[in-house]
């Protein structure tokens, strides 16, 4: 199969086997002459329609015969427009929408951004494994317009797809309004879970002032709707920002520093280092260190020689051949890839959601939208936004497993009402599992309660058909076994000496004969009560016209009769009492299993939260520590507010963890009381018993 192949491919695209470029080459030979998406630039076409699914259980025959896996998502053949950027407007490709939308898998995001005509496609095609993909282009002119997007299966991560994000360059002098460049800049940092940022030649304060657009992050980023007084500091958005990675193409210099070799990272952060002085000049130069700092803890730096001395033949870079590239460089791409596929992250919102391709979706649009109404793109907005579809969404999967999975367990009727409970609390458990599996942020209970709605009336339809297919049933069964009573009834046989004898005797039969069919259901006792019931005129008619008998006899018959009825009826209201607190056991089982799994998933939450915090604060400690050495002393002192503001988040958090859950699930219990059968003060009343559990 295809998606066993790729795991044998070199890093580079310039190795890929043959066999794979055999099966794909008649495939994308189709598509090349098309080129009518969205911002469509010179060269190969790419449409929605390029695409190839892989791995799955499903096949489809390609053009060439071969049987391709599916996969939980479409794999692109080659980039398409995802963001255009057209007469200083930004617009989303509704075809590229359709592709996130059907990725179903966590993603991996790899922005690059940088200079124009600085390499960057030429990377992204060697993550995509590829040497044919994002236009590279051979001229001065900027070659990439907007956000370009190519989602390939991730070749370490088996579940995941690798999202790569080729953007326009900054700087092009052919744009009219910088503030394009930054709206780029934001959207790649906004999106990706690893920043690739791509320079020539050097890191030095020519390189870092190109980069002035990571200033401006925290004027075109919110990470809160409603920040607190003193504003945002860094710490609000290390949470969220992606890595940072710094490439250095056609780089010339020795990794020496004080005549000692020094790594790629101690390179740059080395180039980070803040200069001494308090002129004008040193603090516009350090104003970019201290972003990339701040904003990025996990930093990482590549250096790239040119990729080969002669002159001519880096205008086709696209089709020359291995062997023309220079080894070293050969060797520096694969070690650049090698790290994105094996460190590079997942795309994770705050409280450790994975974002999949769908929801990376709702994202683009969500930022783009804003950023054309002339708003501040905001994290938390965004998020809230997208918890609104991904919890609605959650509701229904959940609650289409909930019936699919009755409809494949059950067996109408039920032996008892018990066998369909415990059918149901089962189908129940799965439901809301898979609901907490896949919702987030529901703060306020309103899409859990939403599904507990939905489930219980899904419930109460269950009960209704296993009801009514009792009670057919039970009236068939009734209908064969009476036959032949009803029959001697019309005929007279009872109406002589000892009739009533006889009839009693087969009244009996009936009865034990009835009792024996197996699974008659729920409503076995009340159907054979509605017999005995319409036999009492019967009966009575029988006794009276019975001349073997006294009318003492006969009243004392009478009397029998009486008594039987009195106690089939109240076993009658008996079976029903069981029944009845057989489903208010069940409602509480219902309620307290909703109430487990909520705590456990906010423990899990509150932990990814402590996580977070504590990561930042070391981080932030770090970066005091690096100050310090530095000799810049008023800075680090200046960081003391905002690391003691972390310290006390962690405390709150780690304290309050009884309350903070006890919180959430008063809320749910309130929430939950409105929508239960049960009368609403006896169930409050349980409802906050079980939260008590947990203060």
């Known amino acids: 199969m295809l998606a066993s192949f790729r795991f044998q491919f070199s890093a580079r695209p310039r190795t890929l086997g043959l066999n794979i470029r055999c099966i794909f080459q008649h495939l994308k030979s189709q598509h090349q002459a098309e080129a009518d998406a969205p911002g469509a630039r010179r060269g190969r076409a790419r449409t929605a329609e390029n695409l190839l699914p892989v791995r799955g259980t499903h096949t489809t025959e390609t053009p060439l015969g071969l049987q391709v896996a599916m996969a939980s998502g479409p794999i692109m053949l080659t980039p398409m427009c995802l963001v255009e950027n057209k007469n200083e407007q930004m617009s989303v490709n509704q075809r590229a929408l359709k592709i996130l939308y059907k990725i179903s898998q966590p993603v991996v995001v790899v922005a690059i951004v940088g200079i124009y005509r600085t390499g960057k496609s030429y990377l992204m095609n060697c993550l995509a494994r590829e040497k044919l993909g994002f236009s590279l282009g051979s001229t001065v002119q900027s070659e990439t317009k907007g956000i370009w997007m190519w989602c390939v299966p991730h070749p370490s991560k088996h579940d995941h797809t690798l999202v790569l994000l080729d953007t326009e360059g900054l700087g092009d002098v052919a744009k009219g309004d910088s503030k394009n460049d930054s709206w780029i800049f934001a959207l790649s940092v906004l999106l990706s879970s690893t920043l690739v940022y791509n320079s020539m030649s050097t890191i030095n304060n020519d390189a870092l002032e190109k980069l002035h657009y990571v200033t401006e992050l925290t004027e075109l980023i919110r990470a809160k709707s409603s920040p607190t007084r003193g504003g945002e500091d860094s710490s609000d958005f290390v949470s969220f920002f992606p890595d940072f990675i710094w490439t250095v193409r056609d780089f010339t210099l020795e990794l020496k ?26 603090k516009n130069s350090n104003i970019p260190r201290e972003c990339i700092r701040n904003y990025f803890p996990k930093r990482k730096c590549f250096v790239f020689d040119r990729p080969t001395k002669e002159t001519e033949l880096l205008a086709k870079l696209e089709t020359i051949l291995e062997s023309q590239l220079d080894p070293k460089f050969r060797e520096q791409s694969d070690k650049f890839c090698n790290y994105i596929f094996n460190h590079a992250k997942t795309k994770m919102l705050r409280e450790g959601v994975k974002v999949t391709g769908n929801r990376l979706r709702t ?88 599904l507990m709605e939905i489930i219980k009336n899904k419930k109460e339809s269950f009960l209704m058909q296993n009801e009514e297919a009792s009670e057919k049933y039970c009236k068939h069964v ?52 509605h017999f005995l019931q319409s036999q009492v005129s019967i009966e009575k008619s029988i006794l009276q016209a019975d001349k073997a008998l006294t009318q003492s006899e006969k009243a004392i018959a009478e009397e029998r009769s009486r008594k039987e009825e009195a106690e089939k009826e109240q076993e009658c209201l008996r079976q029903k009492y069981r029944e009845q607190q057989q489903q208010m056991e069940a409602q509480n089982r219902s309620l307290q299993e909703n109430m487990d799994q909520l705590k456990k998933k906010l423990e899990r939450e509150r932990e990814e939260a402590l996580r977070e915090l504590t990561k930042t604060l070391e981080h932030k400690l770090d970066a005091q520590e690096k100050l310090l050495e530095e000799g810049f002393r008023k800075k680090s002192d200046e960081m003391e507010a905002e690391i003691n503001r972390l310290r006390n988040v962690i405390d709150k958090t780690k304290k309050d963890k009884g309350s903070w859950i006890s919180q959430a699930l008063d809320t749910l219990a309130k929430e939950a009381t409105s929508i239960l059968c049960a009368p609403g003060v006896l169930v409050g009343k349980g409802l906050q018993a079980l939260s008590s559990l947990f203060k």
Not at 257 to 282: C, F, M, Q, R, W
Not at 432 to 437: G, K, P
């Open 257 to 282: 520093l004080n005549g000692h070799p020094i790594t790629e990272d101690e390179y740059l952060e080395n180039s980070l280092k803040l200069i001494p002085g308090v002129n004008p000049k040193a």
């Open 363 to 450: 994202l683009v649009v969500t930022y783009v939208d804003t950023i054309n109404k002339g708003a501040i793109p905001c994290l938390e907005n965004a998020v809230t936004t997208l918890a609104e579809l991904e919890n609605s969404a959650a509701v229904q999967k959940a609650a289409d497993h909930y019936s699919e999975q009755m409809a494949q367990r059950v067996s109408f009727p039920t032996d008892s009402l018990q066998e369909l409970l415990d059918l149901h609390a089962a189908c129940e458990r799965e439901a809301t599992a898979m609901f907490m599996e896949r919702s987030f942020k529901d703060d306020k209970r309103v899409f859990q309660t939403k």
């Open 478 to 529: 009734l209908d064969q076994l009476t036959m032949p009573l009803m029959e001697s009834f019309s005929e007279g046989t009872f109406s002589v000496s000892g009739g009533h004898k006889n009839y009693r005797r087969a009244k009996e039969r009936v009865e034990q004969r009835y009792w024996e069919v197996p699974r008659k259901g729920v409503k076995a006792t009340e159907i054979f009560q």
